[in-house]
Protein backbone atom coordinates (compact mmCIF):
# COMPACT_ATOMS: atom_id res chain seq x y z
CA UNK A 1 0.00 0.00 0.00
CA UNK A 2 1.76 3.25 -1.12
CA UNK A 3 2.42 5.94 1.81
CA UNK A 4 -0.28 8.56 1.91
CA UNK A 5 0.86 12.26 2.31
CA UNK A 6 0.89 13.69 5.81
CA UNK A 7 -1.44 16.52 4.73
CA UNK A 8 -3.86 13.90 4.04
CA UNK A 9 -3.37 11.74 7.03
CA UNK A 10 -3.65 14.20 9.17
CA UNK A 11 -6.93 15.41 7.97
CA UNK A 12 -8.32 11.56 8.42
CA UNK A 13 -6.69 11.79 11.81
CA UNK A 14 -8.64 14.65 12.53
CA UNK A 15 -11.82 13.61 11.70
CA UNK A 16 -11.10 10.49 13.14
CA UNK A 17 -10.21 12.21 16.51
CA UNK A 18 -13.57 14.52 16.36
CA UNK A 19 -15.82 11.46 15.68
CA UNK A 20 -14.41 9.86 18.74
CA UNK A 21 -14.92 13.07 20.39
CA UNK A 22 -18.62 12.88 20.00
CA UNK A 23 -18.65 8.87 21.16
CA UNK A 24 -16.82 9.07 23.66
CA UNK A 25 -18.41 12.70 25.15
CA UNK A 26 -21.71 11.18 25.12
CA UNK A 27 -22.96 13.59 22.41
CA UNK A 28 -23.21 10.74 20.63
CA UNK A 29 -25.02 7.65 22.63
CA UNK A 30 -24.02 3.89 22.10
CA UNK A 31 -27.15 2.35 20.51
CA UNK A 32 -27.75 5.38 18.37
CA UNK A 33 -27.20 6.91 14.74
CA UNK A 34 -24.44 9.26 13.78
CA UNK A 35 -25.51 12.18 11.61
CA UNK A 36 -25.29 11.18 7.37
CA UNK A 37 -22.27 11.85 5.58
CA UNK A 38 -23.56 14.54 4.11
CA UNK A 39 -23.85 16.43 7.44
CA UNK A 40 -20.79 15.34 8.25
CA UNK A 41 -18.94 16.55 4.95
CA UNK A 42 -20.08 19.93 5.81
CA UNK A 43 -19.72 20.11 9.20
CA UNK A 44 -16.05 19.34 9.35
CA UNK A 45 -15.59 20.53 5.96
CA UNK A 46 -13.90 17.92 4.59
CA UNK A 47 -14.11 15.81 1.70
CA UNK A 48 -16.54 12.47 1.54
CA UNK A 49 -13.25 10.53 1.42
CA UNK A 50 -12.12 11.76 4.54
CA UNK A 51 -15.47 10.74 6.61
CA UNK A 52 -15.52 7.52 4.51
CA UNK A 53 -11.88 6.46 5.54
CA UNK A 54 -12.61 7.32 9.34
CA UNK A 55 -15.88 5.50 9.67
CA UNK A 56 -14.17 2.53 8.21
CA UNK A 57 -11.44 3.31 10.52
CA UNK A 58 -13.42 3.27 13.74
CA UNK A 59 -16.11 0.55 12.22
CA UNK A 60 -12.38 -1.52 12.63
CA UNK A 61 -12.17 -0.87 16.46
CA UNK A 62 -15.49 -1.36 16.91
CA UNK A 63 -16.93 2.28 18.03
CA UNK A 64 -18.66 2.63 14.95
CA UNK A 65 -20.91 0.44 13.08
CA UNK A 66 -21.93 0.72 9.24
CA UNK A 67 -25.04 -0.87 8.29
CA UNK A 68 -26.08 -1.72 4.67
CA UNK A 69 -29.49 0.75 3.92
CA UNK A 70 -29.33 1.69 7.58
CA UNK A 71 -26.65 4.28 7.92
CA UNK A 72 -23.92 4.09 10.95
CA UNK A 73 -24.33 3.70 14.39
CA UNK A 74 -22.22 3.93 17.54
CA UNK A 75 -21.88 0.60 18.95
CA UNK A 76 -19.30 1.00 22.00
CA UNK A 77 -18.39 4.43 23.97
CA UNK A 78 -14.32 3.53 22.96
CA UNK A 79 -12.30 1.44 20.80
CA UNK A 80 -10.93 -0.45 24.22
CA UNK A 81 -14.48 -1.29 25.18
CA UNK A 82 -15.29 -2.49 21.80
CA UNK A 83 -12.32 -4.89 22.15
CA UNK A 84 -12.97 -5.96 25.69
CA UNK A 85 -16.39 -6.97 24.54
CA UNK A 86 -15.45 -9.03 21.91
CA UNK A 87 -12.66 -11.15 23.80
CA UNK A 88 -14.79 -11.01 27.07
CA UNK A 89 -17.86 -12.54 25.92
CA UNK A 90 -15.26 -15.44 24.48
CA UNK A 91 -13.56 -16.52 27.44
CA UNK A 92 -14.30 -18.26 30.81
CA UNK A 93 -16.34 -17.19 33.48
CA UNK A 94 -13.48 -17.55 36.30
CA UNK A 95 -10.63 -16.43 33.59
CA UNK A 96 -12.79 -12.87 33.96
CA UNK A 97 -13.59 -13.49 37.56
CA UNK A 98 -9.76 -13.76 38.21
CA UNK A 99 -9.06 -10.58 36.70
CA UNK A 100 -12.04 -9.08 38.09
CA UNK A 101 -10.45 -9.32 41.88
CA UNK A 102 -7.39 -7.99 40.84
CA UNK A 103 -9.10 -5.03 39.59
CA UNK A 104 -11.31 -4.83 42.38
CA UNK A 105 -9.31 -4.96 45.03
CA UNK A 106 -7.12 -1.75 43.64
CA UNK A 107 -11.02 -0.38 43.15
CA UNK A 108 -11.53 -1.23 46.94
CA UNK A 109 -8.64 0.09 48.27
CA UNK A 110 -8.57 3.40 46.08
CA UNK A 111 -12.62 3.87 47.32
CA UNK A 112 -11.38 4.06 51.23
CA UNK A 113 -8.77 6.33 50.36
CA UNK A 114 -10.90 8.74 48.25
CA UNK A 115 -14.46 8.11 48.13
CA UNK A 116 -16.46 11.42 49.20
CA UNK A 117 -20.01 11.21 51.26
CA UNK A 118 -21.78 11.00 47.91
CA UNK A 119 -20.01 8.19 47.04
CA UNK A 120 -20.40 6.31 50.41
CA UNK A 121 -24.15 7.67 50.59
CA UNK A 122 -25.01 5.91 47.07
CA UNK A 123 -22.81 2.33 48.46
CA UNK A 124 -24.99 2.11 51.30
CA UNK A 125 -28.17 3.07 49.47
CA UNK A 126 -27.19 0.46 47.20
CA UNK A 127 -26.68 -2.25 49.88
CA UNK A 128 -29.80 -1.40 51.15
CA UNK A 129 -31.39 -1.94 47.93
CA UNK A 130 -29.63 -5.86 47.93
CA UNK A 131 -31.20 -6.71 50.84
CA UNK A 132 -34.64 -5.77 49.88
CA UNK A 133 -34.17 -7.36 46.42
CA UNK A 134 -33.57 -10.54 48.04
CA UNK A 135 -36.34 -10.48 50.48
CA UNK A 136 -38.57 -9.97 47.80
CA UNK A 137 -36.81 -12.90 45.43
CA UNK A 138 -36.61 -10.62 42.31
CA UNK A 139 -33.46 -12.26 41.25
CA UNK A 140 -33.25 -10.40 38.07
CA UNK A 141 -33.64 -7.11 40.25
CA UNK A 142 -30.36 -8.72 42.35
CA UNK A 143 -28.32 -9.07 39.39
CA UNK A 144 -29.08 -5.49 38.09
CA UNK A 145 -28.40 -4.24 41.94
CA UNK A 146 -25.30 -5.75 42.13
CA UNK A 147 -23.84 -5.08 39.20
CA UNK A 148 -25.05 -0.83 39.69
CA UNK A 149 -23.36 -1.90 43.26
CA UNK A 150 -20.03 -2.60 42.01
CA UNK A 151 -20.21 0.05 39.76
CA UNK A 152 -20.36 2.69 41.94
CA UNK A 153 -17.61 0.91 44.53
CA UNK A 154 -15.44 1.44 41.00
CA UNK A 155 -17.06 5.34 40.72
CA UNK A 156 -15.74 5.51 44.20
CA UNK A 157 -12.26 4.74 43.95
CA UNK A 158 -12.09 8.28 41.60
CA UNK A 159 -9.70 6.82 38.91
CA UNK A 160 -10.76 7.19 35.28
CA UNK A 161 -9.01 4.29 33.86
CA UNK A 162 -9.68 2.04 35.88
CA UNK A 163 -13.32 2.82 35.96
CA UNK A 164 -13.30 2.48 32.39
CA UNK A 165 -11.55 -0.95 32.44
CA UNK A 166 -13.64 -1.97 35.06
CA UNK A 167 -16.87 -0.46 33.76
CA UNK A 168 -16.05 -2.43 30.00
CA UNK A 169 -15.97 -5.91 31.75
CA UNK A 170 -19.89 -5.04 32.66
CA UNK A 171 -21.51 -7.65 30.78
CA UNK A 172 -18.86 -10.58 31.64
CA UNK A 173 -19.94 -9.58 35.31
CA UNK A 174 -23.75 -9.38 34.64
CA UNK A 175 -22.68 -13.11 33.51
CA UNK A 176 -20.89 -14.12 36.64
CA UNK A 177 -23.41 -12.78 39.26
CA UNK A 178 -26.18 -14.27 37.22
CA UNK A 179 -24.58 -17.73 37.70
CA UNK A 180 -24.46 -17.57 41.06
CA UNK A 181 -27.53 -15.75 41.67
CA UNK A 182 -29.19 -18.28 44.01
CA UNK A 183 -26.35 -18.54 46.45
CA UNK A 184 -25.91 -13.94 46.99
CA UNK A 185 -29.02 -13.11 46.79
CA UNK A 186 -30.04 -15.49 50.16
CA UNK A 187 -30.31 -12.70 53.14
CA UNK A 188 -27.46 -13.77 55.79
CA UNK A 189 -25.21 -15.66 52.76
CA UNK A 190 -21.19 -15.38 53.17
CA UNK A 191 -21.78 -13.37 50.16
CA UNK A 192 -24.31 -10.40 52.03
CA UNK A 193 -21.35 -10.29 54.86
CA UNK A 194 -18.63 -9.55 52.96
CA UNK A 195 -20.29 -6.52 51.01
CA UNK A 196 -21.27 -4.89 54.37
CA UNK A 197 -17.50 -5.36 55.86
CA UNK A 198 -16.30 -3.21 52.05
CA UNK A 199 -18.72 -0.65 52.48
CA UNK A 200 -17.72 -0.24 56.63
CA UNK A 201 -13.69 -0.82 55.68
CA UNK A 202 -14.47 2.42 52.97
CA UNK A 203 -16.52 4.42 55.49
CA UNK A 204 -13.63 4.06 58.01
CA UNK A 205 -11.02 4.66 55.51
CA UNK A 206 -9.09 1.19 56.14
CA UNK A 207 -7.76 0.46 52.20
CA UNK A 208 -6.27 -2.71 53.70
CA UNK A 209 -9.49 -3.76 55.21
CA UNK A 210 -11.55 -2.76 51.95
CA UNK A 211 -8.70 -4.92 49.66
CA UNK A 212 -9.36 -7.82 51.80
CA UNK A 213 -13.15 -7.40 51.63
CA UNK A 214 -12.54 -7.41 48.10
CA UNK A 215 -10.84 -10.12 47.48
CA UNK A 216 -13.12 -11.95 49.69
CA UNK A 217 -15.99 -11.35 47.65
CA UNK A 218 -14.22 -12.28 44.83
CA UNK A 219 -12.55 -15.82 46.09
CA UNK A 220 -16.66 -16.66 47.17
CA UNK A 221 -17.77 -15.79 43.44
CA UNK A 222 -14.58 -18.09 42.60
CA UNK A 223 -15.48 -21.32 45.09
CA UNK A 224 -19.23 -21.02 43.67
CA UNK A 225 -18.41 -21.55 40.31
CA UNK A 226 -16.11 -24.13 41.52
CA UNK A 227 -19.14 -26.06 42.76
CA UNK A 228 -20.48 -29.23 40.35
CA UNK A 229 -23.68 -28.64 39.02
Same mark, same amino acid.
Given at each position: ??? /????????????????? !??? =?????? =?? !? *???????? &??????? *???????????????????? /??????? *???? @?????? +?????????????????????????? %?????????? @????????? /??????????? @??????? %????????? %??????????????????????? !???????????????? !??? &?????? @? +????????????????????????
Amino acid at each position: MPL /QSSRRASVIGDVISQME !TMV =VSGEWP =VG !T *RIPPEPEL &VAALGVG *RNSVREAVRALAHTGMLEVR /QGDGTWV *RAAS @GLGAVL +DRYVRRADARHVLEVRRGLERESARL %AARHRTDDDL @GRLTAALAR /QHELAAADDRD @GFVRGDL %AFHRLLTAA %AHNPVLTDLLDHLGDALAATIAL !TVDEQHAVGSPLFHVH !TDL &VEAIRA @G +DAEAAGHASDALLDELLALLDQPT
